[in-house]
């Protein structure tokens, strides 16, 4: 009867998830890409001097489409540092646009007066009001960018994720207790001021944090999340930081998903089994890992096959991920003396194991299946889904 009612429940989900959309915005289909730097806008830096600040447009050559998906990308730095075109981050946004995004990287305001908590708050409170400012910016001249305003992403690595998240989710009153905002001004800050709403379509951090999981609200927007399980700078769940706002609680990526399963709201996690902070960004297979988790992400919003999955039978879809996963999934190591086992849409136990954190997947065909993890104090049933090609 248990299989029974599996395989009832995973019929009318493999009907919704299986819908085809093309490869464009998860695979390459442009061989290049241009790129050009915009000036958006000028606010006064934590110095009150003026800070100009700029945008890398990155677009496919050749691309006809005139309404095409966007992501706004945000880099990281302790909002102090960092810049929109070190490291990767060129890669990470050419590699987007190839796939038929248009893709900004943007500056926001760095700098603190010092290091106090009050003062990395103020300087976060600026990276927001900066992002918002570009995402007028973008909407204002959507027909310029051939951009689909109701198809806006943010995405940001570490003080870059933190901020796409607060931008998502937390307001004004929300901001936290040791953030004294005189001289800063709201989180919708001054810039671009032209009538258009900062809504966006999703959120994609990127080992990032925020204060307080209880930002995320009933009907809020999709959010996924990518970190090392072991960061020593942010917290896979929940510790003081030893980074951006230091000895502070944050809560990191496997909190962030929890608190979103928990409301109903489709996300996605997955988590690399290291302790580098940036591991995602500056290791190129990381970087792979990323593009493919975030893309993936975008394109089940984008294309409709979002319905279903974060209606797990378990009440910990931290547990497992990634999900949707491709080869491999992987059991968060809070499991301890566990047993799992893997079910097809004929309720059939296709693979079983102890104590395996990372199942190979690699042999499975495409669909929906059940994955059942369990110990003596603990037993989870989670609809998991092999990606489609």
Not at 242 to 256: D, E, L, Q, R
Request: proline share 4%.
């Amino acid at each position: 009867m248990k299989n029974l009612l599996i395989i009832v429940i995973l019929i009318n989900a493999t009907n919704v998830l299986a819908q085809p959309c093309g490869n464009r915005y998860l695979k390459s289909i442009f061989s290049s890409v241009n790129k050009n730097t915009i000036t958006f806008d000028i606010q006064p830096s934590y110095k009150n001097t003026a800070d100009t600040l700029f945008a890398d447009i990155y677009t496919p050559i050749g691309d006809t489409e005139t309404n095409r998906a966007g992501v706004i990308f945000v880099h990281g730095g302790g909002f102090v540092g960092g810049t929109r075109n070190g490291g990767n981050i060129p890669l990470l946004c050419e590699n987007l646009a190839k796939r038929g995004y248009i893709v900004a990287s943007i500056d926001y305001r760095l700098g603190v007066l010092d290091t106090t908590a009050n003062q990395k708050g103020k300087a976060q409170i600026r990276a927001i009001q900066d992002l918002k400012s570009f995402i007028r910016f973008s909407k204002q001249n959507a027909a310029t960018l051939n951009l689909d305003v109701n198809k806006l992403f943010i995405a940001g690595s570490s003080a870059g994720g933190a901020t796409c998240l607060a931008t998502a989710f937390m307001s004004y009153s929300e901001r936290p207790s040791y953030v004294d905002t005189s001289g800063v001004g709201s989180i919708d800050g001054r810039g671009n001021i032209n009538g258009q709403s900062t809504k966006i379509k999703g959120v994609f951090s990127m080992w990032g944090g925020v204060s307080d999981t209880t930002w995320i609200q009933t009907g809020d927007i999709p959010v996924g999340c990518i970190q090392s399980i072991y960061d020593p700078c942010i917290p896979w769940t929940y510790i003081p930081s030893s980074c951006n706002v230091p000895g502070y609680p944050v809560f990191g990526s496997s909190s962030i998903n929890q608190r979103a399963n928990n409301l109903g709201i489709y996300s996605r996690l997955y988590g690399f089994n290291t302790s580098v902070h940036d591991y995602g960004l500056d290791n190129l297979n990381g970087l792979d890992t990323t593009i493919v988790e975030m893309t993936t992400f975008f394109y089940n919003i984008l294309c409709g096959t979002t319905t279903g999955l974060n209606e797990n039978f378990g009440n910990n879809q931290s547990i497992v991920y990634p999900n949707p996963f491709s080869t491999e999934v992987n059991i968060a190591p809070t499991m301890k003396d566990f047993q799992y086992k893997l079910y097809d849409l004929h309720g059939r136990i296709i693979k079983q194991g102890q104590n395996e954190y990372n199942i190979t997947t690699s042999d499975l065909p495409s669909g929906v299946y059940v994955l059942k993890v369990f110990n003596r104090s603990n037993n989870y049933s989670f609809k998991i889904m092999k990606e489609y090609n």
